[in-house]
């Protein structure tokens, strides 16, 4: 089955300053890759998401990267702000009917120092 | 926010007990997958129901089960609780139609088995 790794697993950046948040993932045939974004007791919140046909997608300051053949991916956040202070989860599945499950990463906590 | 829904928010069960959890999906969306976080992890993939049937399950022991109903909403079933089940259990609703499948999650419930 598929395996997600995710590095870091924390985070600290100076305000204004750019996070990058990076994941691998094993299975070939993973072609939707979503980053979800949890702040404490809420829910994972799908902040951006990238399929396997481009290999980058941009959403005012978050922008996500795709290598196929390196089977890794990337996340972009520029300008860091205080609410951007959370944890960061990728995600990787396909989209063949019955196999659409999300195998998630370990998290990244991310922390915007004032 | 999304229109996912789950009830209830919080639940204590003691160990053997038995539990069900609910999840509304956001309209139009006819497939609801079901995941489990423990603390500081990310999410586990469960099962997922499409129309009324299940579509994949991920490595949990039969005694987590599930309905899905005609209008899309589903039931999780923990029979025997261990100690070690206690977790947020979440719920995602996605629209299967063969391409995108972007799923959105509920704010899950969070169960504790004393």
């Known amino acids: 089955g598929e395996n997600v790794e995710q590095h870091p697993s924390t985070l600290s950046v100076q305000e204004g300053d750019s996070a990058v948040i990076k994941c691998t993932y094993s299975?070939?045939?993973?072609?939707?890759f979503p980053w979800y974004k949890q702040e404490l007791g809420k829910r994972p919140q799908l902040i951006i998401d990238?399929?396997?046909?481009?290999g980058e997608k941009k959403d005012q300051r978050i922008a996500v990267t795709l290598n196929k053949t390196a089977k890794h991916f990337s996340l972009h956040i520029t300008e860091t702000q205080p609410e951007d202070s959370a944890v960061y989860f990728c995600?990787?599945?396909?989209?063949?009917?019955?196999?659409?499950?999300?195998?998630f990463g370990t998290g990244t906590r991310l922390t915007i120092i004032p | 926010e999304t229109g996912v829904t789950q009830s209830p928010t919080h639940l204590i069960k003691t160990r053997g007990q038995q539990v069900t959890l609910r999840c509304s999906s956001q309209s139009g969306h006819n497939t609801v997958s079901w995941y489990q976080q423990a603390l500081g992890q990310g999410p586990q993939f469960i099962f997922q129901y499409y129309r009324e049937e299940e579509n994949g399950r991920g490595n949990f022991p039969p005694r987590f089960s599930g309905l899905q109903f005609p209008n899309y909403s589903s039931e999780l079933n923990v029979n025997a609780l261990e100690l070690d089940d206690s977790a947020l259990y979440l719920c995602a609703s996605s629209l299967t139609s063969g391409g995108a499948n972007e799923q959105f999650f509920g704010p899950g419930t969070r169960l504790t088995v004393l």
């Open positions: 990238i399929r396997s046909n481009v």
């Open positions: 299975d070939s045939a993973s072609n939707y």
């Open positions: 995600a990787a599945s396909s989209t063949n009917f019955g196999n659409e499950k999300l195998t």
